[in-house]
């Protein structure tokens, strides 16, 4: 069965520091990526797309993608209390997407 | 610009009642789904679209019957409700182009069902 794996967490990173939220995937021909931000009692809301190996940028968030290994991670540079949420990871299958259980942050002031 | 507009947002429910959640986008997208989200289980993928006229099952089908009414809507019923269908639904919508385009989601339905 294909999966997606994330630490539940709670991470918890002081404002400013950088948080580091990692992921792995079990289907090897995934080929697009997608990190989502979720607060509590909300929808989820899309914050990075990745399709190739590398990474890729977005203001204070990066994207890490190693087909290699079947990981994905997100960085998240100077954060900050409005940080805090939980992030889902998700890989295409088909058409529709696999998404991991998401990681809550919590980011102290 | 509206999106992904789910209705209703908050539904009780008895057991054993019907119900029928709406979703519509307006982003002309190809292909539409239906989540739902419980604690400690992420999201699950009841049914899904990937074109106009065809729907296929998804991870946890059982309880739940879908429509594709045009490009726009796509509809879940529950036909007997049941306490374990007691959570979040969520309806997304995508663009099919390669490489796959992400999901852009509604504001969810909150189900209880007693």
């Known amino acids: 069965q294909k999966e997606v794996e994330q630490n539940s967490g709670p991470l918890s990173v002081p404002e400013g520091a950088i948080a580091s939220l990692n992921c792995t995937y079990s289907?090897?021909?995934?080929?697009?990526f997608f990190w989502y931000r979720q607060y509590s009692g909300k929808s989820p809301e899309l914050i990075m797309s990745?399709?190739?190996?590398g990474d890729k940028e977005d203001g204070r968030f990066t994207a890490q993608l190693n087909k290699a290994s079947q990981y994905v991670s997100l960085l998240i540079r100077d954060s900050q209390p409005s940080d805090s949420a939980t992030y889902l990871c998700a890989s295409t299958a088909g058409t529709a997407l696999i998404f991991g259980k998401g990681t809550t942050l919590s980011v102290s002031s | 610009n509206a999106g992904v507009t789910q209705t209703p947002k908050f539904q009780v429910l008895k057991t054993g009642q019907s119900m029928t959640l709406q979703c519509a986008q307006d982003m002309n997208h190809n292909s539409m789904y239906w989540y739902r989200q419980d604690p400690g289980m992420g999201l699950r993928l009841i049914y899904y679209?990937?074109?106009?006229?065809?729907?296929d099952k998804g991870e946890v089908p059982n309880g739940y019957n879908v429509s594709r009414l045009n490009k726009r809507e796509f509809s879940l019923r529950l036909e007997s409700a049941a306490p374990s269908q007691t959570s979040v639904y969520f309806c997304a919508s995508s663009e099919i182009k390669a490489p796959n385009q992400p999901q852009h989601f509604g504001d969810g339905t909150r189900l209880s069902i007693l």
């Open positions: 990745i399709y190739s190996n």
């Open positions: 289907d090897r021909v995934s080929q697009s």
């Open positions: 679209s990937a074109s106009e006229g065809t729907t």
